[in-house]
């Protein structure tokens, strides 16, 4: 079974300022991580993936996130936070058991960008 | 069109009535995915098809739920006997196998 938990349902920065995401995710096998992002009204939009490659994988719009297998994580980072990145992101993770491939969303963390 | 269509992009519909929702997929992509976003919360699964088979339906809350893909391209997600608890934005997106989701914009569905 697969299972996901954003640890925070909210955060809030000021632009400028370093952003962290965090998400934590249970697998049976070797996951597929994505993290998604979705601003008011809009569809749910890839950020970036990691597919067993590279531990840091780097997305759109300066975000990247790191896989780390020993703590069961993949936090989403940004260096400096832009008003334009206020939005809900969703962490996902997929574990392809017995040829399935369901992506399981975690509850999402809203970020909050002050001026 | 480039990307996955979804119509109506609002519904508002009495208790008790049938419902249609289209998804129109991203041309060429074989796996389609059925999500339901209640206000506040992640997207829940619903049903996943691989060409026009449902492959895994097992997010489907109950058998009001139904869903068809005829030839393995455009989905219908179908609920009957509509109640309150159903209102939310309904999902859909496709890719090809074992790649990234491409989602629509959703199809928001209200129940009086």
């Known amino acids: 079974a697969q299972s996901v938990t954003q640890l925070d349902s909210h955060v809030s920065v000021s632009e400028g300022t370093p952003v962290l995401l965090r998400c934590n995710y249970s697998?049976?096998?070797?996951?597929?991580l994505f993290w998604y992002v979705q601003h008011p009204n809009k569809g749910l939009q890839l950020l970036l993936k990691?597919?067993?490659?590279?531990?840091l994988v780097k997305g759109i719009n300066g975000f990247e996130a790191e896989f780390k297998k020993s703590e069961t994580s993949f936090h989403l980072t940004k260096p400096s936070a832009h008003m334009s990145d206020a939005a809900e992101y969703f962490c996902?993770?997929?574990?392809?058991?017995?040829?399935?491939?369901?992506?399981?969303f975690g509850r999402g963390t809203s970020l909050i960008v002050h001026p | 069109g480039a990307g996955v269509s979804q119509t109506p992009s609002n519904k508002v519909t009495e208790k008790g009535k049938y419902v249609e929702l289209r998804c129109d997929p991203i041309?060429?992509?074989?796996?389609l995915y059925w999500y339901r976003q209640s206000l506040g919360q992640g997207p829940e699964f619903l049903i996943y098809?691989?060409?026009?088979?449902?492959?895994?339906d097992s997010g489907l809350p109950n058998d009001r739920f139904f869903a068809v893909r005829p030839e393995g391209s455009v989905s219908t997600l179908k609920i009957q006997r509509t109640e309150r608890g159903d209102s939310a934005v309904y999902l859909c997106?496709?890719?090809?196998?074992?790649?990234?989701?491409?989602f629509g914009e959703g199809s928001r569905l209200t129940v009086l």
């Open positions: 098809f691989q060409g026009t088979g449902a492959a895994d």
């Open positions: 996902v993770v997929s574990d392809p058991a017995g040829g399935s491939y369901i992506p399981t």
């Open positions: 697998s049976s096998y070797s996951p597929s």
């Open positions: 041309s060429g992509h074989t796996a």
């Open positions: 990691y597919t067993s490659a590279a531990t």
């Open positions: 997106a496709s890719s090809y196998t074992g790649g990234e989701l491409f």
